[in-house]
């Protein structure tokens, strides 16, 4: 990743988009509390989840699969150099792809992410007006230089009884779902993958016209393969 934000920086590549599903890990950003991971060593070694380090802003959130997970490198110079801004694309790209399958979502004040109504999935009347707040998106970013370089974490059908391994995002008072959980319906990472490539071209003002499968590619070959994409 350091070295694609690199490149971009230099103006080698163009502008990318990962979209991708990780196996389970739970991670600490910048500003992550490690008392936020509620589990021990011990089960967590039992459940097989890593926990790592990350560079992004935020506290701690917990990424597996069923999740589409979303790492624009993009330069948003000159003209959408706001990182509020960023921040609200990426918010509002999660609610367009969880909208066809009967669910609205929206933003809480002073909590970053996308938030459901799950006793009315399908309307978001505002934060006043929820009478079950769930967390179904999560939003943590880096910028340097203005490249970003981290995204968001959108649960599909991610197995939610991992996050009782952690306080999510630090909140403690509001649980998470999942669109599964919420329409019934199963979407795959990677129909989500390409739903949110036309998302990100439409919100973000890019020519996304490709989407290259590189599953099934080890970490130094996947940046090969980034580095050297035409």
Not at 102 to 125: K, N
């Amino acid at each position: 990743m350091a070295d694609l934000v690199q490149a971009r920086q230099a103006g080698q590549v163009p502008d990318t988009l990962l979209l991708l599903e990780h196996e389970s890990v739970i991670t600490l950003g910048r500003g992550g509390k490690r008392e936020h991971v509620l589990a021990g060593p011990a089960e967590l070694d039992r459940l097989g989840v890593r926990v790592e380090t990350t560079a992004r802003g935020g506290d701690v959130t917990l990424h597996a699969p069923g999740q589409l997970v979303a790492y624009p490198v993009l330069d948003l110079a000159p003209d959408r150099r706001d990182v509020r801004r960023y921040v609200q694309d990426l918010t509002r790209v999660m609610n367009a792809l969880i909208g066809p399958y009967g669910a609205q979502g929206g933003t809480l004040a002073g909590m970053i992410g996308l938030w459901v109504d799950a006793a009315e999935p399908g309307h978001f009347r505002g934060e006043g007006a929820l009478a079950e707040p769930r967390k179904i998106g999560a939003i943590g970013v880096r910028i340097s230089r203005w490249v970003t370089s981290h995204g968001f974490a959108l649960n599909l059908t991610t197995d939610l009884d991992l996050f009782r391994l952690i306080v999510p995002c630090g909140i403690s008072a509001l649980g998470v779902t999942s669109l599964e959980q919420l329409s019934g319906r199963a979407l795959s990472v990677h129909s989500a993958a390409e739903q949110a490539r036309q998302q990100f071209g439409s919100h973000f003002e890019r020519d996304v016209s490709e989407l290259f499968d590189l599953s099934g590619l080890g970490a130094a070959e996947l940046g090969r393969a980034l580095l050297e994409a035409p």
